[in-house]
Structure formats: C-alpha cells, structure tokens
C-alpha cells in the first residue's frame, strides 16, 4: 500500500512552500496604525500579521476557558454550596428578629419615659399630694368598667380617693387591698362627679351610660351650651378637687324620658381606654415645695412687725381722738341732739316731711359768727378808749336816752 506522502507529496511539498511563505510574509507586513500597539519597545509602527493572525487563533479559546470558569464558580457558589449561605441566612435572621425586639423594647421605655416625665412635671405643679401607681388589670367585662392599680393599703391608699392624670381626671377608688387597689372609672353607670361647665357655669352630675359613654345628666335644656365647651371638676362631691379638667362637650342631645332636660355628652379628657401611669390623690391639703414654704416664713416675719406698726398707729389715733374737744356744747340740754336748736322739730320726726338743716351753732360766738336764739347772747365789743374807731363814751343814767330829731329846714 502506497503511503500517504508518497501520494500526496507534491501537494504537500506545494503546501509547506505556501506556508512558508504565508509565515514570511506575516513575519515582515505589519498592519498599517496611527498609534503604536505594539508591547515590544524594538517594534515599528503597527502590528505584525503573525501576531494578530496568533491573537485571533489563541484568544476565543482562552475567553471561553475564562467564561466558563466565571459560570461554574457562580453556579457553584449560588446554586450548588447552599449550606453555607442557608446558615448565613438563619443567622442574620435571628440578628433581625433580636434587633427587632430590642426596637420595639427601646420604644416601650421611651414612651413610658415621656408619660412618666409628663406625671412627674404634674406631680410637682399640683398643689396636693399624690401617689404614682401603675395600672396592672381591668375587670374584663363590658358592663363594669374597672380597673387595677398596684398600690393598697401598704400605701395608705383609701376608699373614694380621686384618680387622675396629667390630662384629666380617671375616676375613684373603690375597693382597697393589702397590695392592690380597685379604681372605678367615670364612665361606668354608678360612677359619679360634680362637674360644671366652664363659660356658662352650668353645674351637672357626670356619670357613664350603658354604651361606656361619659355624659352629664339633670341638667335644664339651655340654647348657650355649644359643642367644645370645656368640662371642669366643681368640687361639690367632696372627692375630685375643684378646677380638674374632665373633658369638652361634644354633642347635646334630648333626655328621651324628661322633656325640659337634655344629656350632654363629654369626650373625657384623660385616655380612659389606656391608661398605663395614674395619680391617686391621697391628700387634698395644700402641698407646699421647700422654697414655697420659705417665702411663706419670709412673709409671715416680715408682716409681724407690719401688723405691729399698724396696732400701733390705730392706738395713737385712738388716744388723740380722746384728748381732743367734741363738737358738743355743754349748755345743751342732755335729751337734744347737737344739731338742733330749742323748738325745733327733729328730723326723724314723722310730722316734719321736708326738714331743714341747719348749721351747728358756735362754742364761742364773736361778731363774725353771732349765737342763734337766745341760748347765747352776744357779748358787747370792748375798746379801749382814745382809739380812733371807738366811739365817744356815754354816761350812764338811769333815764333812756331821747330819739335825736332830725334838724328842720328854715324857709325865707
């Protein structure tokens, strides 16, 4: 059998010239370029024809072993190694659901700061004394509306104690425990305040209806009652101090049983529907701070020696009003009153219907001021004689003096 480069040998012997050829001429052509690509320093412009003949041969291969190794190495690590990442995962859910809580617990602690500093800033403006409690549970049923504290008797907490906060006004105590206290709200049906409305000074009894409503019943039906109109405490029921906010008015509506009566509904100031922090009032004295109770010692010493001069003054003037002369004359008879002369008829008197007043008569009359009536007559004036003013001084005698005629006219 004839071999196969005996029988192609001038094909091949062509072949392998072509070759080389085709290698010389890539070896010396270069590739027309502006700029030089070329990596070796020693190279001319442009790039030879077996290099880019190279690239274009060894380069597909290369980037799709290089693709392919990417694809593999992501498909393992995303699809295939999944142990890993489902661990990752139940780790950085369980951090999640830990951060979750303590937000949730950092919220909690902050709101019950707020509410906490809200009582507290109450707590030292309020002029009474109170105690902080916390409520811890409800009655658990819709028709009575009640509710737990945890301070009792261990607090000196005591029965119809007033339960506020620092919006309004809660309710009252009504059952006492050791440890425990149970506080009746205001909008139960046997609970009970004196309130009174705050512009037209309308007095009312609060109590709650059947639906858990706050309203004000036995009240006349009155047009000045507007919706809006702000709810105060009236302090008449002996439990809630006068003055406490209740609520506003929100509707007025008929009493369905009196005519001439309505109900007014009362949104209630305090959250009554979540409490958390509540005040009891344990003590309805005037509570004074440190420095009130200072001022009040600083004013009371400052007005001791005050009220001292004051005494005194009044004692002094007391005193001069007795040494000084009254305006009463000592010839009138006892049973006249000082302003009256003899035979004149009082002014009380029923007979005389229009008095006339006169003035008082003078303790010592002179020519300027002459004596009334006969009680005091007038003394002569003295002067002395040689004065130019003074008459001539006539003799005394027995006889009175003759009417001086008056000089008669003689005619020719």
């Not at 027309?32 to 070329?38: H, K, S, Y």
């Not at 009240?219 to 302090?235: H, M, N, S, Y």
């Not at 020696?305 to 009044?314: G, L, N, R, T, Y």
């Amino acid at each position: 059998m004839e071999s196969f480069f005996a029988r192609y040998r001038n094909y091949l012997v062509l072949l392998a010239v072509l070759a080389v050829q085709i290698v010389g001429l890539a070896v010396q052509v270069r590739r027309a370029e502006t700029v030089r690509t070329g990596l070796d320093s020693h190279d001319g412009p442009g790039v030879r024809l077996i290099r880019l003949w190279a690239e274009g041969l060894v380069a597909p291969p290369e980037r799709l072993i290089h693709n392919s190794k990417t694809g593999l190495i992501y498909l393992w690590q995303s699809y295939l190694d999944l142990h890993r990442v489902h661990q990752q995962n139940q780790e950085m859910q369980q951090t999640i659901d830990r951060l979750r809580l303590e937000q949730a617990s950092l919220l909690e602690d902050a709101r019950q700061g707020e509410r906490l500093q809200k009582i507290l800033d109450f707590q030292e403006k309020y002029i009474y004394k109170t105690l902080a409690a916390q409520a811890i549970g409800s009655s658990g049923s819709d028709q009575s509306r009640v509710f737990y504290i945890d301070k009792g008797s261990d607090f000196h907490i005591e029965p119809d104690m007033a339960v506020i906060t620092g919006d309004g006004i809660v309710g009252k105590v009504r059952e006492v425990f050791p440890h425990t206290a149970q506080v009746l709200v205001i909008n139960d049906q046997t609970s009970g305040a004196g309130v009174i409305l705050e512009t037209t000074r309308i007095r009312g009894i609060l109590r709650g209806n059947a639906a858990g409503q706050t309203q004000i019943v036995g009240i006349l039906a009155d047009q000045r009652i507007q919706p809006g109109e702000k709810v105060l405490t009236a302090g008449g029921d002996q439990i809630f101090p006068r003055g406490l906010p209740v609520g506003v008015v929100e509707k007025v509506l008929r009493d369905p049983d009196r005519d001439s009566f309505i109900d007014v509904m009362v949104k209630p100031a305090a959250h009554i529907e979540r409490l958390d922090e509540v005040l009891v009032i344990t003590s309805t004295l005037p509570r004074f701070s440190d420095q009130q109770q200072q001022d009040l010692a600083t004013s009371e010493a400052e007005k001791g020696p005050e009220v001292a001069a004051i005494k005194e003054q009044k004692k002094a003037a007391e005193l001069m009003a007795e040494r000084l002369p009254g305006l009463k004359d000592p010839n009138q008879p006892p049973n006249q009153p000082p302003n009256q002369t003899p035979g004149q008829t009082p002014a009380s008197d029923p007979a005389t219907p229009n008095p006339t007043a006169h003035p008082p008569q003078a303790l010592h009359p002179d020519r300027f001021s002459p004596a009334t009536g006969d009680a005091a007559p007038a003394k002569p004036e003295t002067l002395k004689p040689g004065s130019p003013a003074s008459p001539p001084l006539a003799k005394p005698s027995g006889k009175p003096a003759a009417p001086s005629a008056a000089p008669q006219r003689r005619i020719p």
